[in-house]
Every structure is written in C-alpha cells, then in structure tokens.
C-alpha cells in the first residue's frame, strides 16, 4: 500500500487475509509535505512533484524486492486539492508506472471511519470519528461499518500551518486569534448534520496530529504497545495550548511523541483538536490505532480476498 499523505509518503508491506487483522510487514517513508510545497496558485511545485516522483519510483523498487506484486496507491488533501493535480499524477506514471488514486475526502472520512469501527468492534456503540491530517480534518459519525455522516474540511495541520503560521508569526497573538476564529468557524459549519444526530458513545480520534498532542498530554509512549488505551483529556490540551504557542520549532520537536519533520505543525494541529473536542462537547478522545490505510485494506479484503500468506502493498 502506497499511501501519499499532505505530509509523509508512506509504503506499507501487509500480510493481510480475509478473517485476520492486516499484518505490516515492513514500512518505508520518507516526509514529502506535499501540503507545504503549493504555490500561490495552488499548484504543487516542480520541486514537489519531483520528490513525489521519487519517492513512488523508490517505493516500487522496495516493494519489489520484498516480494510485492501489486501496488496499491492513494493520494489524500494535498494532491486532491492541488490545480495540477492531473498533470502531478500523469508525470508520476509516466515516470514510474504507478497509478495513484485520489481519494475524495468523504471517502476518506468513511474508510477511516470503518478502520475504528473494525478496531473496537460493535459493542463502542455509536462512534464519533476525527482525523487530522496535513491538508484536511475528516469527520465521520454513525452506528454501523458505513457512517451516517461523512465530512472532510480544509483544516490540515500542514495547510493551516503555511498559510497562518509562517515564521514569524507563531507567537503573533493577533494571528493565532484569527486562526483560531477560522477554524471554530470552519467545523461549526458542518457540526449541525453531526449535533442533529444521537450523541455518539464514543469518541475517538486518529493520526499523528493527534497522537502527538496524546503523548504532550501525558500519553504512553508507542513502544507501549498498540492495545494500550492511550487518552487526549480536553481540559490538559486546553491548558497546553498558550505553552505551546511560545514554544520555538525546536522546543516543541524535543516533545515527546513530536517528530522534527512535524514539529512545527503542532500549534496548528492542537487549535483544530481543542475546537473538536469544545464544539461537538466532547471531554476527552480515544486514540486508535488503526486509520485510513487499515480502512483501504479491510475494504479490498472485504471486496476481493487476500490468499493467506501472499504480502500485499498497503497503500
């Protein structure tokens, strides 16, 4: 599986079969911060698509060499977004022989959405679903494997990042305020078809965004392992939020569970998490470990069978 996310390029090896959970096998990724590399047209950048090209093409040759004999590839916000996206993926094909497909963000949201519910099973109830990534802030809600409500909004830690919190304005209190005003605005717009509904029993959250501001909040670490319950308190992110906005790039990059790549996204991620949690009233978010890549492969085990033991590309 080839997944080409607003920040990170990602091939995952799965030993995957009908029945079983989806195995990695190997993983190989390399940050690409496609989110950051669009130009004031919207297009992504010649240095972008070249990395993109790169990254592809390096991934093809891994996944061969580890036994691999299909690729599964798939682009998020970044691509789905970008002006040139068409031409963006015609080069990497041309270049690599690999298709990649964009996904629309309410699939997104809704494959995302089925990964949780297959992780914690039935008896969690009717789920509440949040995803922050580099370009977007998927939403899902609902009661069974398909959720009632779908959403993908414009709220990308990376997207929001470029275009509010460039150097220099990152303790700016007039911008901040803006930013935080845009986003609240943002979500709220799209909150009622979720509000309407039942509340939901649980609520979870995926991505590093959000595990990150977990492991700031006092979270164990990943090396825990993935069957411990790993918590983000609304009340202790409210109250790391001015902390952390006084933080240099290398400050919050010596926090635990922030990588260097990622670190000067974290404002940004930790404004959207702390409107989620305030607008939909929401105390606290369980961290899953399971997301949109898990979501892609459950499907196609669900819609064509894995032979056990054959490694597939988790894209």
């Not at 091939?11 to 959970?21: C, P, S």
């Not at 492991?215 to 939020?241: F, H, N, T, W, Y």
């Given at each position: 599986?080839?997944?080409i996310g607003s920040n990170t390029g990602h091939l995952l090896v ?249 670190a000067h996204q974290v404002v940004a991620g930790a404004l959207v ?43």
């Amino acid at each position: 599986m080839l997944d080409i996310g607003s920040n990170t390029g990602h091939l995952l090896v799965v030993d995957a079969h009908g029945g079983a959970a989806p195995l990695p096998a190997y993983s190989y990724k390399q940050p690409l911060r496609l989110a950051e590399n669009l130009d004031a047209e919207g297009a992504l950048t010649p240095a972008g698509t070249e990395a993109l090209t790169r990254f592809v093409g390096d991934s093809l040759r891994v996944a061969g060499e580890k036994g691999c004999e299909e690729m599964l590839g798939f682009a998020t916000s970044a691509l789905r977004d970008a002006a040139n996206s068409d031409d963006v993926l015609d080069h990497v094909r041309s270049e690599t022989g690999v298709d990649v497909e964009v996904l629309p963000g309410e699939d997104e949201a809704r494959l995302t959405f089925l990964a949780v519910r297959r992780w914690f099973g039935w008896s969690t109830g009717r789920l509440a679903v949040f995803d922050i990534g580099g370009g977007s802030l998927e939403i899902a809600v609902g009661s069974d494997e398909a959720p009632d409500v779908a959403r993908s909004l414009p709220l990308g830690a990376g997207r929001l990042t470029r275009d509010w919190l460039t150097a220099g304005t990152m303790t700016d209190d007039e911008a901040t305020r803006a930013l935080r005003l845009k986003i609240r605005a943002e979500i709220a717009r799209d909150a009622g078809s979720v509000l309407r509904s039942r509340a939901p029993d649980h609520a979870v959250a995926t991505s590093k965004t959000f595990r990150s501001l977990a492991r700031i909040c006092g979270a164990p670490p990943s090396d825990a392992g993935p069957l411990v319950r790993r918590m983000l308190p609304a009340r202790e992110l409210s109250q790391k939020i001015p902390s952390l906005m006084k933080m240099s790039v290398e400050q919050l990059g010596s926090l635990p569970g922030v990588s260097s790549n990622r670190a000067h996204q974290v404002v940004a991620g930790a404004l959207v998490a702390d409107a989620v949690m305030d607008i939909f009233d929401l105390a606290e978010l369980e961290m899953c470990p399971w997301a949109l890549r898990e979501g892609i492969i459950l499907e196609r085990i669900d819609q064509i069978g894995i032979v056990r033991g054959r490694p597939a590309v988790a894209r």
